[in-house]
């Protein structure tokens, strides 16, 4: 199963992120988890959230880019949910191994176009350098780090280039849900 | 007028970034707001969050270091209080200004040791990989960014490890105070 954990808190402002989540959510083998529907008072319900963590193979984190990092509401799903001792061991080093051997992509949309993210730009730095923190910490869970997508310019760019993306992750997400299956059934 | 925003879920459960706490709340000119005693239920009071700032001259953002980032609370805060046309310019690139000149210190404990954040450490990078999305925030809004202040291995070092560090930042946070002072007698 492919656990898609979004993290909109304005779907109604959003066009980019909205199409890519319109276009995934009906594939099969596929869960959506809203994190800002299911939690308006951010109360984090941990125990789910780990039960659907626990079916997925493949966990795709999907939100638009705020401060150059993952929305406050998913940054609260990281604090809670990969709990020591559940997603990495505990003091004593035991445990820790919910999330080992799943697969992590990182599908995001940013305002700025491409030329912001560079020494020069207003961003400073290279995308690369704001994706580390968020592979780190899939990585830190034991899990494998897929290539990630992302869409810059998402209130600038046409149609045509958001169908793109659209497409882009359409397909990965099949032919994953299609190789998981096989695998299975080897 | 310093203020210390304070980021810590569990501050029971904290030593080395409570004992900071203490230490610099009873200062002249500071002002602590403790997002998460404030917000139980992450209903963040922006106006009153953004009256606060502006009446500083310094920002302080202390917090225990999670998941390579600030805790999901202070994320929040960046989310909603860093609002567009308030802390940057709008869509026409107008307003936006009101942290402009105004200086921020980082202040964060972590429970990695020093050896953790080196590219053969289980946390796989420098520390001052993490410390890029949280200065680029800041340098966004256009304020100065402070060197900043970080105590690692938390949970680990003696009492005289985060003396130390408490001492720096309360003499580093004094002469603000003093110099601060100064300017404005000019």
């Known amino acids: 199963m492919i656990l898609i954990v979004w993290a909109h808190p ?51 984190w999907m939100h638009p880019m705020y401060w150059y990092s993952v929305p406050g509401m998913l940054k609260h799903w990281f ?27 990182w599908v995001t949309t940013t305002g700025g176009t491409e030329e912001a993210f560079t020494a020069e730009g207003r961003h400073g730095h ?10 780190q910490t899939a990585r830190f869970c034991g899990m494998q780090w897929l290539p990630p997508m992302s869409l810059h310019g998402a209130h600038l760019v046409d149609d045509a280039a958001i169908a793109l ?22």
């Open 10 to 60: 304005y779907p109604q402002h959003s066009r980019a992120n909205r199409a890519l989540l319109e276009a995934v959510r009906v594939l099969p083998d596929v869960e959506v988890r809203s994190l800002y529907d299911l939690y308006p008072d951010f109360d984090i319900d941990i125990e789910a959230e780990q039960e659907a963590l626990s079916r997925a193979s493949l966990v795709v």
């Open 126 to 135: 290279s995308f690369e350098t704001f994706v580390t923190p968020i592979e």
């Open 79 to 105: 604090d809670v949910v990969l709990a020591r001792g559940w997603a990495y061991p505990d003091r004593h080093g035991g445990g820790g191994t919910a999330l080992h051997g799943k697969s992590c992509l």
């Open 165 to 186: 993306v659209r497409d882009d992750l359409v397909a990965r997400l099949k032919s994953w849900s299609q190789n998981g299956k096989q695998s299975h059934a080897e």
